[in-house]
Antibody, heavy 120, light 111 residues
Framework: EVQLLESGGGLVQPGGSLRLSCAAS????????LTWVRQAPGKGLEWVAS????????HYADSVKGRCTISRDNSKNTLYLQMTTLRVEDTAVYYC?????????????WGRGTLVSVSS | QSVLTQPPSMSGAPGQRVTISCAGT?????????VHWYHQLPGTAPKLLIY???NRPSGVPDRFSGSKSGASASLAISGLQPEDEADYYC???????????FGGGTKLTVL
């Protein structure tokens, strides 16, 4: 069974840092683009960042560019999101997802999410 | 303000057919990029419902269908059931912004 499981969320003060992890199983991890999508409380979905299978291509939303770094360890089947200089508006559930498609890409498998709360 | 525009809420009675719209622009849906749909039950993660405009992943009933015309897309749900009560999101790619974009979501209530 294809599964993604996030961890690493928690309560952090503004300006703080956090590293999220996403452990994958059930598929050939290194051959897929992966992504992070977040959802603020009571709000819609927002794409955050994505990374290619060999880590050669990374993209970020403007809202996190310069403050977040997406990475992966294909030997551990794990995706990461290093978040720094956190802001109150970064408070959200962060989901990792597997990317599928060609030309038009979609997210076919999602994790359960991990909650990041930024508050003083 | 979401790049793709969806109605915030819709409702329908069991057995009815509802259609959720997703309006884009010439930078995303109108540029030829496919539209994908997700639903999200309360307190759970989003789940892929329709991909590439009108394709259903394994396990999704054929009550769900998608379409696209110009810069807009629609998700139709026929034979509405109580378990269809959820939030629905459309998603595409915007070539001007260079990012994947979502609609603001539509909360569907089954009366």
């Amino acid at each position: 069974e294809v599964q993604l499981l996030e961890s690493g969320g928690g309560l952090v003060q503004p300006g703080g840092s956090l590293r999220l992890s996403c452990a994958a199983s059930g598929f050939s991890f290194s051959t897929y683009v992966l992504t992070w999508v977040r959802q603020a409380p009571g709000k819609g979905l927002e794409w955050v960042a994505s990374i290619s299978g060999n880590s050669g291509i990374k993209h970020y939303a403007d809202s996190v560019k310069g403050r977040c770094t997406i990475s992966r360890d294909n030997s551990k089947n794990t995706l990461y999101l290093q978040m720094t200089t956190l802001r109150v508006e970064d408070t959200a559930v962060y989901y990792c997802a597997r990317v599928m498609g060609s030309f038009s890409y979609y997210f076919d498998v999602w994790g359960r999410g991990t909650l990041v709360s930024v508050s003083s | 303000q979401s790049v793709l525009t969806q109605p915030p809420s819709m409702s329908g009675a069991p057995g009815q057919r509802v259609t959720i719209s997703c309006a884009g622009t010439t930078s995303n849906i109108g540029a030829g990029y496919d539209v994908h749909w997700y639903h999200q039950l309360p307190g759970t993660a989003p789940k892929l419902l329709i991909y590439a405009t009108n394709n259903r992943p394994s396990g999704v009933p054929d009550r769900f269908s998608g379409s696209k015309s110009g810069a807009s897309a629609s998700l139709a749900i026929s034979g509405l059931q109580p378990e269809d009560e959820a939030d629905y999101y459309c998603q595409s790619y915007d070539r001007s912004l260079g990012v994947w974009v979502f609609g603001g979501g539509t909360k569907l209530t089954v009366l």
